[in-house]
């Protein structure tokens, strides 16, 4: 035979009370899910472009800011063909271009500044 603590009928029926510890942990929990969702959907929704099948992009900083080159099919073939600047300060725009003809299987002429 069980014998239950006088209450104990009310104390099992009446709803949980949520106190403040509990709150913080549940609304806590609900910001980082939100932020995961939003973390993955962006992650999801957007790609990069990269070099390969035919298509260049090549990023490369230079002395007057950042530049962006992407290319495909005849337009890739054409500046991948092109020869390379003869100044400094397209080295290493040169050698990014070199190496992403390369994985696009575009051929590159040889350059003597090392690209």
Same mark, same amino acid.
């Given at each position: 035979?069980?014998?239950?603590?006088?209450?104990? =009928?009310?104390? =099992?029926?009446?709803?949980?009370? +949520? #106190? *403040?510890?509990?709150?913080?942990?549940?609304? @806590? $929990?609900?910001?980082?899910?939100?932020?995961?969702? /939003?973390?993955?959907?962006? @992650?999801? !929704?957007?790609?990069?472009? /990269? @070099? #390969?099948?035919?298509? +260049?992009?090549?990023?490369? =900083?230079?002395? +007057?800011? $950042?530049?962006?080159?992407? *290319?495909?099919? &005849?337009? &890739? *073939?054409?500046?991948?063909?092109?020869? $390379?600047? &003869? #100044?400094?300060?397209?080295? @290493?725009?040169? *050698? &990014?271009?070199?190496?992403?003809?390369?994985?696009?299987?575009?051929? /590159?002429?040889?350059?003597?500044? !090392? $690209?």
């Amino acid at each position: 035979m069980l014998i239950l603590p006088p209450g104990h =009928a009310e104390r =099992a029926t009446r709803p949980l009370r +949520i #106190g *403040r510890r509990e709150r913080w942990f549940l609304g @806590s $929990g609900a910001v980082l899910l939100a932020a995961l969702v /939003v973390v993955l959907v962006i @992650s999801l !929704g957007s790609h990069q472009r /990269v @070099s #390969g099948h035919g298509c +260049i992009d090549v990023s490369a =900083a230079t002395v +007057i800011g $950042g530049s962006e080159l992407y *290319r495909c099919g &005849a337009a &890739a *073939r054409a500046v991948c063909a092109s020869p $390379g600047h &003869a #100044g400094r300060e397209f080295v @290493s725009f040169q *050698r &990014a271009l070199a190496i992403a003809c390369r994985k696009a299987g575009l051929p /590159v002429p040889f350059s003597p500044s !090392g $690209g």
